[in-house]
């Protein structure tokens, strides 16, 4: 009889009858998250930055000392590191320049009805749902110019793509692209979902061509959440390791986040591998804040 | 009550028994290595010594891109998931003076190993530094690089009629690096997709050193003298140039696309038909000589590491010592199984088993040497191996000579001389920022 009376009530009186107040299911939410967040995410972080000023290397039992600001002034001072900056920063530009046309464009052509359109857009979609490690293994095989299909498929004969220092990177590139547009795609047909259908009509009504009515409608209301996309991509690429570690190993493919991890767990120089890590992450908080304001301005448009 | 009695006392008596057995069976060791024959075969090996003594060990395997990073991560926790480990040569100096290994000299000494085992797998495998009398590691699976090579193609009599019109001496078994060269040369026919010459080109941990390493040997060049640290003038010397030179012109006649191989592909291109000769690891040669994973392997031939313009013939040494972890709880288990190990018998099994074994004994003996097509080309490079720096920053320095040796050979930038240039001076301020040069 209790129990039927207690189905009865909304959510929070039922807590409430049970003897649970909003507070107590607040914290019972909140407080394993804020757990997780401290142990798995702030620590680290803290501990990382403490480190970050020492020449404490993980392999050694000899105790660190404190260096202040060497580690970070000898990697801003260390021209690999700049090639390894300026390698990323080509293969983000490359890579998240072609997801944003790329998926952009899938998007617009399956934002229309056609036959068997929800198994096209669920096979589009596979490339992001597998192994970043196995699709690099994957476009390594593709790549290879003794059996590989693509250098038979465009008649490029022996290119090798992978080992030609001037292509290795590109060729990255491309594989993330194949993988990582159907993010896009995705976000963009929410996005394209969700303008007014009334707009097209008027457009239509006024006789507006698709050029004026995809400049002046659909590119204006879908841009913010291209934003997102781009915010979101962006930083994945800037941060890009196992497709690239997998695929090649051409210096001038080599991204900051392999760098990083040479620094970190192959050389055990622990110290100078946070502070690494963190002028990677003050560059990627700039890239993003200057993404968020100019995101915000769109929105205010 | 008698009765009573008596039952306790042959419960209790059972109980002892059972508990004696359970306790021999719980004495477990796990021996850290890579994932590859020679661990299988230790695996099997060690079974027997299970047999003996009860005490069951477990060869745990990782792949070899994760090795290193695998073993020094449970170094660094201190953790003792592993009793023993059978690391890389290079590893002895961060094994050591970080502490992760025991001192074996005392064990090395009373059992006379420097007797029993050859002499560069002691001064390569088990003591650091080198020259001390300071021993970390029981040698345990020899190697070095070697080359297999089509028998077929070099027989052939219109091949052999062709080579000598076109250099004027006999198509052989190369001696030298030239004749190496020449062959790669004359084989190398991309239009029939056949090529020359595979060789190591993988920069992401010590492929490519190895492969250059051979060469710059065995042009007369070093890599640096491993006591004073001393680099410059001895890692860029002309003859090293020479050997670096001679390794990017082997890279003109591989197949299309070598820029990121080592064991693996080097071994597919003898069983895929593609090359005339292949560099590798003697202790990947077995599926060479194997019909269900070579289909080329009765025309499979191996040589040593040819020598260079001098006479000069060295190769890159392989292989490992087996370690015994400072942090492991079974030292004393370790230490016994060690002893077992050493022995004459185990090693001449090991030998059979397919492990390479480094007692001189049994590498001297023609058992070994006429059990494969390979082991006399074994045992005559074990006599002629030279190793990296195993100082305990090596990870540092190997990584400074595949970035600057790297574009050179593969992506054709700048010259050998360039390339050992930049690496000397990168190798000097690392050595000083470690305070090598006291």
Request: glycine share 6%.
């Amino acid at each position: 009889m209790a129990s039927v009376a207690l189905t009865n009530l909304d959510p929070a009186s039922r807590a409430a009858a049970r003897g649970w107040s909003d507070l107590t299911i607040r914290n019972l939410f909140i407080i394993p998250t804020l757990v997780f967040l401290i142990v798995f995410n702030i620590f680290p972080l803290i501990y990382s930055l403490g480190y970050s000023f020492t020449n404490f290397a993980a392999n050694r039992s000899e105790p660190w000392q404190f260096v202040g600001l060497q580690n970070y002034r000898e990697l801003l001072s260390d021209d690999h590191i700049w090639s390894n900056f300026v390698i990323t920063a080509k293969y983000v530009i490359v890579s998240v320049a072609g997801q944003m046309v790329v998926g952009f464009g899938l998007a617009l052509l399956l934002n229309r009805s056609f036959p068997m359109k929800g198994l096209i857009t669920t096979l589009l979609l596979l490339p992001m749902m597998m192994s970043a490690a196995v699709v690099g293994l994957f476009w390594q095989l593709l790549y290879s110019p003794s059996w590989g299909p693509i250098n038979y498929v465009f008649g490029l004969g022996d290119f090798a793509w992978l080992s030609n220092p001037d292509s290795a990177l590109y060729a990255v590139a491309i594989t993330d692209i194949w993988m990582w547009s159907p993010f896009v795609m995705l976000l963009s047909l929410a996005g394209l979902s969700a303008v007014p259908q009334h707009l097209y009509e008027a457009a239509a009504i006024d006789r507006a061509g698709w050029w004026y009515t995809f400049t002046r409608i659909t590119l204006p209301l879908v841009s913010p959440i291209l934003l997102i996309a781009l915010i979101f991509r962006t930083m994945e690429a800037f941060k890009t390791f196992d497709i690239a570690y997998t695929m090649t190993t051409q210096p001038t493919a080599e991204l900051i986040a392999i760098r990083l991890y040479k620094q970190a767990f192959q050389q055990w120089d622990t110290g100078k591998s946070c502070a690494l890590a963190y002028i990677v992450l003050i560059m990627v908080l700039a890239i993003t804040n200057l993404y968020v304001k100019y995101l915000n301005k769109v929105k205010e448009r | 009550m008698r009765k009573i009695v008596t039952s306790v006392i042959a419960g209790i008596g059972l109980a002892l028994a059972c508990g004696t057995s359970v306790r021999a069976q719980d004495k477990e060791l796990t021996i850290f290595w890579a994932e590859w024959d020679p661990a299988n075969y230790l695996q099997e090996l060690v079974n027997d010594y299970t047999a003996e003594t009860g005490v069951k060990v477990t060869v745990q395997t990782t792949p070899w891109p994760d090795f290193q990073t695998k073993a020094f991560t449970e170094f660094n926790a201190h953790g003792d998931a592993y009793d023993m480990v059978v690391g890389d040569s290079q590893w002895l100096g961060a094994g050591s003076t970080q502490g992760h290994y025991v001192d074996l000299t005392d064990f090395f000494n009373q059992h006379k190993l420097n007797d029993v085992m050859a002499p560069a797998t002691i001064k390569y495998y088990a003591e650091y530094p080198g020259g001390s009398g300071k021993y970390w590691a029981i040698p345990l699976e020899g190697d070095a690089i070697g080359w297999s090579y089509r028998k077929d193609w070099f027989e052939d009599p219109k091949e052999k009629e062709a080579f000598k019109a076109k250099y004027g001496y006999d198509l052989a078994v190369p001696t030298t690096y030239a004749q190496l060269r020449d062959i790669a040369e004359f084989f190398h026919r991309p239009d029939q997709k056949r090529y020359g010459v595979a060789i190591y080109t993988d920069n992401s941990y010590d492929a490519m050193a190895m492969g250059v390493e051979s060469a710059i040997f065995s042009y007369g060049g070093d890599l640096g003298d491993y006591a004073t640290y001393k680099v410059d003038g001895i890692t860029n010397s002309k003859e090293a140039a020479a050997g670096l030179d001679m390794y990017k012109q082997l890279y003109k006649f591989t197949p299309p696309g070598w820029g990121k191989t080592f064991f693996v592909e080097d071994n597919q291109a003898i069983t895929g038909g593609l090359a005339a000769m292949s560099m590798n690891f003697f202790a990947f040669f077995p599926p060479l000589v194997n019909k269900a994973t070579n289909p080329y392997a009765d025309v499979t031939g191996f040589f040593a590491n040819p020598a260079g313009p001098d006479g000069k013939r060295f190769a890159a040494l392989g292989g490992q010592g087996i370690s015994v972890v400072s942090y492991s709880k079974s030292k004393d288990e370790a230490m016994k199984f060690l002893e077992w190990f050493i022995k004459d018998e185990t090693q001449k099994k090991w030998a059979e088993l397919g492990g390479y074994t480094c007692s001189q004994a049994v590498l001297k003996s023609d058992a070994f040497q006429n059990a494969t097509p390979y082991n006399k080309a074994f045992y005559d490079t074990m006599f002629m191996v030279k190793d990296f720096w195993a100082t305990p920053e090596y990870a540092e320095v190997l990584d400074q000579l595949n970035q600057n040796i790297y574009p050179f050979v593969v992506g054709g930038k700048g010259t050998a001389q360039e390339a050992l240039d930049k690496t000397a001076a990168d190798w000097k301020a690392t050595f000083t920022k470690y305070n090598r040069y006291k």
